[in-house]
């Protein structure tokens, strides 16, 4: 079983930078896929991006390509969103997700954090 933990959330202005942190416990973390979503009011949740067990693959929405890094610390069980750029629409809770296999289909994640608050003033 693996716990998540989010940090790093606020408010900030457009064109500003964000960093989100993902904690997680349990020995097995390193085995498993991690993913940030996130959903705005009245949205979906939806995948920003996602990274691989050994961090060989990562994917990204195409509306935060260029702008987010997804990375991971095996050693330290952590997962980070680097968020430069940030726009308005990028407002919404953020939550990191774990997965036995490298997806972007939130239904494929088995773990799920409680999320963070990003708010993005224009």
């Known amino acids: 079983q693996v716990q998540l933990v989010e940090s790093g959330g606020g408010l900030v202005q457009a064109g500003g930078s964000l960093r989100l942190s993902c904690a997680a416990s349990g020995r097995t973390f390193r085995s498993y896929a991690m993913g940030w979503f996130r959903q705005a009011p009245g949205k979906e949740r939806d995948v920003v991006a996602a990274?691989?067990?050994?961090?060989?693959?990562?994917y990204y929405a195409d509306s935060v390509k260029g702008r987010f890094t997804i990375s991971r610390d095996n050693a330290r069980n952590m997962v980070y969103l680097q968020m430069n750029s940030l726009k308005p629409e990028d407002t919404a809770i953020y939550y990191c997700?774990?997965?036995?296999?490298?997806?972007?289909?939130?239904?494929?994640?088995?773990?799920w954090g409680q999320g963070t608050q990003v708010t993005v003033s224009s």
């Open positions: 997700a774990a997965a036995t296999i490298f997806s972007v289909n939130p239904p494929m994640y088995n773990y």
């Open positions: 990274i691989s067990w050994s961090g060989g693959s990562t």
